[in-house]
């Protein structure tokens, strides 16, 4: 997927779950979400849940679960600072609605903390940031100064 389809993305995903409110809380977006996979009486709904964790140097990874009924989880790395955990939170959302985790591709995790050449890391940065910072905020309020 292209950076800007990531975006858009993003903005998708404010305008159906977000409340409005700054700063933007993604585990509030991501509990207004539910993947839907299929269609009619065979449409499979999967849930996004975040949860905290003590994750080491691990900020964040995000999984498919199939447990009683399909789900998705982001973990995040609850030692760390709060803003950062909330990037982390809003990141994870990014690989989850950018299907970079599925049946296929039950969980992914980056644990080399460079994006450089790796799509997915690039498009969930990408993704995280409009979420939290939308970009048509921030130039309004730069705009000001």
């Known amino acids: 997927m292209a950076t800007q389809d990531a975006i858009k993305l993003a903005?998708?995903?404010?305008?159906?779950?977000?409340?409005?409110?700054?700063?933007?809380?993604?585990?509030?977006?991501?509990?207004?979400?539910?993947?839907?996979?299929g269609k009619g009486e065979e449409a499979q709904r999967m849930p996004i849940s975040m949860v905290g964790e003590s994750l080491g140097d691990?900020?964040?990874?995000?999984?498919?679960?199939?447990?009683?009924?399909?789900?998705?989880?982001?973990?995040?790395?609850?030692?760390?600072?709060?803003v950062?955990?909330?990037f982390t939170q809003a990141h994870e959302l990014g690989h989850v609605l950018l299907n970079h985790?599925?049946?296929?591709?039950?969980?992914?995790r980056d644990t080399t903390f460079n994006d450089r050449g790796d799509w997915r890391e690039i498009d969930a940065n990408a993704f995280a940031a409009e979420l939290i910072m939308p970009a048509e905020y921030v130039r309004h309020q730069a705009s000001k100064i």
Do not use: M
């Open 58 to 82: 691990l900020s964040g990874y995000a999984e498919f679960v199939t447990e009683a009924e399909p789900s998705f989880r982001c973990a995040y790395n609850r030692d760390e600072a709060p």
């Open 84 to 86: 950062r955990q909330r």
């Open 11 to 37: 903005q998708k995903a404010r305008e159906l779950a977000w409340d409005g409110n700054f700063p933007v809380n993604p585990v509030a977006v991501a509990k207004g979400i539910t993947i839907v996979k």
């Open 101 to 108: 985790v599925s049946k296929e591709h039950t969980r992914l």
